[in-house]
C-alpha cells in the first residue's frame, strides 16, 4: 500500500519590510500606521522581536487593534528573551517559516527588538535559503527627533547603527526641533547614510478613526509610508553576495530570585510566545533580570488576580535609575492598563482584561545623560547606580502594591 506524501508549500517572492529604529524610537506606531492601511482582503504577518523574555510587544500591538477585520487578517508571532540578530539564526528561520507556512501572509512585517544589530539581521534575510523566498523591500527606519537631540543617544553606537543601514528613514517626535536644529539633523543623518530618504512623520496622524487620513498632509505622509512596502532594498541588495558570519552572543541566566517569586526557563529558544506563556503560567508570579550589551533588563509575571496600586506602580516605576524603556499590561487599582514609558513619553491606556499582568523595564548601564540639567554622569557612577539596584528589594516593593 503506498502512502501519499503531501508535497510542501514553496513560498517565492513574499514582500517582507524591516521596521528597525533604536529603543523606544516609536516602531509600534509605524506598524499601527501601515498595518490601519492594510486592504482589507490581504492577510498580512508581523514578526516581533522582543529583548526580553516576556511579550509585551504583541500585546500592544494586539489591542491597539479595533477593528476585528484587522485582527483576524493579520498573523502575528514573536521571538523573545534576546535580539535574533545575535542569539541564534534558528529561532528567526523557525519563527518566519511557520508564519509562512500556516497563514500564507501577502506581506510580512519584521519588527526587531530596538537593542538589534540592523547589520547582523540584514546579513542573515541574505542567506542564500531567503533569496527565493522572500522579497526584501526597503529597510524602514524609526528616527525619534526628542532621542536625536540627546547626545547619549546620538552619539550611541547602537543608535547610529540603525540609521547607517536604513533604506528610509521616518522622522518623528521632531515638533520641537528648530529650523537650524532640522538642518543639523539633515546633515547628521548624511555622515553616518547619505543614500536614506528621509520621511517626516506626521505628529496627529490617528489610525483609530478614517477622519484623520482625510487631510493632505496625511494622506501624503501615509502614501508615502505604503510606497516603500513595495521598493526594493538598497541596503539588502548590496549585502546579497556578502557571506553570513555568525555571532553569538551568551544570555546572561537568570538571577536568584525571591522566595515569592519563581524561576521558569527562558524563552530565546521559543518562536512562539504562547509556548512560553504556557511554561510559565503553572508557577506565577515569577522575575527575572540580565545584563545585555549596555542595558539591564528585568521582567516580572503575575496572576491576573493581584490588583496594584496605580499611583504608587507608577511612582516607583519612574523613580528607577536610568530608566530607558518602560512596558507593560498590568492589572491595577484604576483598571487593566497598557504602560508604555520612554524618557520622552509616558502613555498609559485601559485595555481589556489579560491572563496575566507583564511588567519589563531596561535600564541603562553607560553614560546617562540627565534630561533635565544635562549633566552628564560618569560611566562609573551610571553603571554603579544601575548596578546597586537590589532587585529582591524591588520584588518585595512591587509584592506590596498588591491591594
Not at 177 to 183: G, I, P, V
Not at 295 to 309: S, V
Amino acid at each position: 500500500m503506498s502512502i501519499s506524501v503531501k508535497n510542501p508549500i514553496i513560498f517565492q517572492n513574499i514582500p517582507c519590510t524591516l521596521v528597525t529604529g533604536f529603543l523606544g524610537a516609536g516602531k509600534t506606531t509605524v506598524i499601527n500606521h501601515l498595518l490601519a492601511t492594510k486592504p482589507n482582503d490581504e492577510r498580512w504577518a508581523l514578526l516581533i522581536n522582543e529583548f526580553g523574555r516576556i511579550g509585551i510587544d504583541g500585546a500592544l500591538l494586539a489591542s491597539s487593534q479595533d477593528n476585528e477585520l484587522e485582527q483576524q487578517n493579520i498573523a502575528m508571532r514573536e521571538v523573545s528573551g534576546g535580539c535574533i540578530c545575535c542569539t541564534s539564526q534558528l529561532p528567526l528561520q523557525i519563527a518566519i517559516s511557520r508564519l509562512l507556512n500556516d497563514h500564507h501572509p501577502r506581506r510580512l512585517l519584521i519588527e526587531p527588538t530596538g537593542l538589534a544589530h540592523p547589520r547582523e539581521l540584514i546579513l542573515q534575510l541574505s542567506a542564500p535559503h531567503w533569496q527565493t523566498a522572500l522579497q526584501m523591500n526597503a529597510v524602514i527606519t524609526v528616527l525619534s527627533g526628542e532621542q536625536w537631540q540627546q547626545i547619549k543617544y546620538r552619539d550611541h553606537e547602537g543608535f547610529q547603527a540603525h540609521v547607517r543601514d536604513a533604506d528610509v528613514l521616518i522622522v518623528n517626535r521632531y515638533d520641537q526641533l528648530s529650523s537650524s536644529e532640522k538642518h543639523t539633523l539633515i546633515e547628521w543623518i548624511a555622515t553616518l547614510n547619505s543614500h536614506a530618504k528621509i520621511i517626516w512623520a506626521v505628529s496627529e496622524l490617528i489610525t483609530e478613526t478614517t477622519d484623520a487620513s482625510n487631510t493632505p498632509l496625511t494622506k501624503e505622509y501615509i502614501a508615502g509610508l505604503n510606497y516603500q512596502l513595495d521598493k526594493p532594498s538598497h541596503i539588502i541588495a548590496n549585502q546579497r553576495k556578502i557571506s553570513i558570519t555568525h555571532l553569538h552572543k551568551p544570555m546572561i541566566g537568570l538571577q536568584s530570585q525571591t522566595h515569592s517569586l519563581a524561576t521558569v526557563p527562558s524563552s530565546s529558544s521559543s518562536t512562539d510566545e504562547t509556548e512560553a506563556q504556557a511554561s510559565a503560567n503553572s508557577d506565577l508570579p515569577y522575575r527575572y533580570h540580565e545584563e545585555q550589551q549596555d542595558f539591564q533588563l528585568a521582567g516580572w509575571r503575575l496572576p491576573a488576580h493581584y490588583i496594584l496600586n496605580a499611583d504608587d506602580l507608577q511612582n516607583w516605576l519612574l523613580n528607577l535609575p536610568n530608566w530607558q524603556r518602560i512596558k507593560g499590561v498590568v492589572h491595577t487599582s484604576d483598571g487593566w492598563l497598557q504602560i508604555n514609558f520612554n524618557p520622552g513619553s509616558l502613555t498609559t491606556k485601559t485595555i481589556d482584561p489579560q491572563t496575566d499582568s507583564r511588567l519589563e523595564i531596561i535600564l541603562q548601564l553607560g553614560n546617562a545623560v540627565d534630561t533635565a540639567t544635562e549633566k552628564t554622569e560618569t560611566e562609573h557612577d551610571a553603571k554603579a547606580s544601575a548596578a546597586s539596584i537590589n532587585w529582591e528589594d524591588c520584588d518585595r516593593e512591587l509584592m506590596a502594591m498588591a491591594i
